[in-house]
């Protein structure tokens, strides 16, 4: 089973333990984390929680700053970030 990396369209393999999976992938292409629902053997539901770039000087301030505000923005309750 193959999913497409939403961050980089890399076709991602996954192998037969997750045809019935719930829970994040990795893509090793660009090392975007997937939350992914599959059933036998079909993807049901694919979403990027997070895009792994090389963050600017200035959003590592504010995350050190501000780690819960990190958290909040994590729980998806804004929608998809937008970063860059
Ligand atoms: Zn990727």
């Not at 369209?9 to 990795?26: C, F, N, S, T």
């Not at 997937?34 to 539901?45: D, M, V």
């Amino acid at each position: 089973m193959r999913i497409n990396c939403l961050a980089c369209g890399h076709k991602v393999d996954l192998d037969d333990a997750y045809d019935d999976y719930e829970g994040p992938v990795k893509c090793f292409a660009c090392r975007a984390i997937l939350e992914i629902r599959t059933e036998q053997g079909s993807i049901k539901a694919v979403k990027q929680v997070n895009i792994v770039q090389h963050p600017s000087a200035e959003e590592v301030f504010e995350r050190v700053l501000n780690p819960m505000k990190e958290a909040a923005q994590g729980a998806g309750a804004g929608g998809p970030r937008r970063i860059g």
